[in-house]
């Protein structure tokens, strides 16, 4: 009997160790799929509260990954490699990543592609490491690079390949996103794509008022209020993730309102949040929540919640990434080519002191210094990032690829790209420091303490400033 109920040892512990031995003997098959819990409290005679601690005791540790809505798999990277392996391990976020990347990977070689939630990775990343078992290749968000370089956990790109590095990455990619992925004048990983931040608008009920794109905050806030208007109109018609649920989607919003008033968290080594104008621009948004235009529940959205209300019609507006084009065009049905025909994506509206804006972000390749054959490695890296990778993988996705002359011809291709393209020239960069994810759980707490009026828009921005000097340690300006 495989869980005995009349032995002292505890009901979880004995599934745990039953499905690690059926894991280490390949029962799972190819997919490496698990019983779903319910599934499991039938085959095993078992309550659902023991089966929840095994999963999630087997998922801390790294030897399950649990997909919302999908299950739970083995983890292919948990087994160790047999000698003389020299298969190449790689981790992407879940979505359209693992086939793109299988599609670009070198023929004749061994590979293992994990997927994990966006909003997990980077934990995963971290016990990787820490438990000795790193990826060769993981594609991370730019903005953790300079923590993991910190950390020594990757290769310098320069280091493995100096050839492609200068005649390839310093020559072709671009440069507004190059200080994302350096540290200490280290280049520590190279864009996949790039994706930059602003104002989604529903163009039919843009057109049903007679509305036009709003080219600052004062047009927001009219547009907001005529939309709201609108017979049949959403109750709320701007939406965005406006608190630490939205995760590093909240931070990457607000820190576009901030640039639209000439706000940077970091500037010159200088911490430059408390700032009239940040108090102006939190002032604002609080006044979108006071007058109706934004709904209270926002600081407990999700990260990809607002973009869906907007597909579905229940808001009229959001801030967004222009990476959920693609969420937009499949929910929708109506394909990337055609996303501009019932979406506008327009730059952050100008605030009064400052233009109108963006922030540029994406997902970067990193090289871990845990790599089975960093050099090998570094091969397979440059397969994804050639031509014909990176132009497969705008077509797709909708996201700007970081080579200089596709993005110019892929847009030509595809309208949505052309518009993102052309907004690089205004955009910004989140502050490229080792401890950027505790900086933004401080910019996301005081974006939700303002709207939720726990803190007043001057205090928040004095207190939150504090912390990230406390953090950074760096000097308030």
Not at 5 to 16: A, E, G, R, T, V
Not at 97 to 118: I, Y
Not at 452 to 475: M, N, S, Y
Request: charged share 20%; hydrophobic share 45%; net charge negative.
């Amino acid at each position: 009997m495989i869980i005995d109920k009349s032995q002292p040892i505890p009901l979880y512990f004995q599934l745990k160790t039953h499905l690690l031995e059926e894991i280490l003997s390949g029962s799972f098959g190819p997919e490496g799929r698990l019983p779903t819990e319910h599934e499991m409290c039938e085959l095993f005679g078992l309550s659902r509260t023991p089966v929840t601690r095994a999963l999630s005791e087997l998922a801390a540790e790294g030897v399950i990954i649990r997909h919302r809505r999908r299950g739970s798999f083995v983890n292919p990277h948990w087994l160790r490699r047999p000698p003389p392996s020299r298969e190449i391990r790689l981790l992407v976020p879940d979505g359209p990543w693992e086939a793109m990347v299988r599609r670009a990977t070198p023929p004749g070689g061994s590979f293992s592609v994990a997927t994990v939630p966006l909003d997990s990775l980077l934990q995963a990343v971290r016990q990787a490491v820490g438990e000795g078992r790193a990826p060769d290749i993981a594609l991370v968000d730019s903005v953790w690079v300079p923590e993991l370089a910190a950390a020594g956990f990757l290769w310098p790109m320069e280091d493995l390949d100096p050839d492609w590095f200068e005649l390839e990455y310093i020559a072709d990619f671009l440069q507004p996103l190059a200080e994302l992925n350096r540290y200490q004048d280290k280049t520590f990983a190279v864009q996949a794509e790039a994706d930059v931040a602003g104002l989604w608008i529903r163009r039919d009920h843009l057109d049903d008022i007679g509305g036009e794109v709003p080219e600052d905050w004062e047009s927001l806030a009219q547009l907001a209020s005529d939309l709201g208007r609108r017979p049949g109109g959403a109750r709320y018609p701007l939406v965005f993730p406006g608190g630490s649920r939205g995760g590093e989607t909240t931070t990457y919003c607000l820190l576009a309102l901030l640039a639209s008033n000439g706000v940077q968290v970091i500037s010159d080594d200088l911490i430059t949040l408390d700032d009239p104008r940040t108090v102006a621009a939190l002032r604002f948004l609080r006044r979108l929540l006071d007058q109706g235009l934004v709904s209270p529940d926002v600081v407990s959205y999700e990260w990809d919640r607002p973009i869906r209300m907007l597909a579905a019609g229940e808001a009229s507006l959001s801030f967004g990434g222009s990476y959920e084009g693609r969420t937009l065009a499949t929910m929708t049905g109506i394909g990337l080519q055609r996303l501009t025909e019932q979406f506008v994506f327009a730059p952050m509206p100008a605030g009064p002191q400052g233009p109108a804006a963006t922030l540029a972000g994406g997902m970067s390749y990193a090289i871990f210094r845990q790599a089975h054959d960093p050099k090998q490695a570094m091969g397979v890296l440059e397969h994804l990032l050639d031509a014909d990778a990176l132009t497969r993988m705008a077509r797709d996705t909708g996201q700007i690829p970081p080579r200089q002359g596709l993005a110019l011809a892929v847009g030509a291709e595809v309208p949505f790209l052309a518009d993102t393209v052309s907004m690089l020239n205004r955009t910004v960069v989140r502050p490229a420091i080792p401890a950027h994810a505790r900086v933004s759980s401080q910019l996301q707490s005081m974006f939700g303490g303002v709207l939720t009026g726990r803190f007043g828009p001057a205090a928040a921005a004095e207190r939150t400033a504090e912390l990230v000097g406390a953090i950074t340690g760096l000097d308030l300006a």
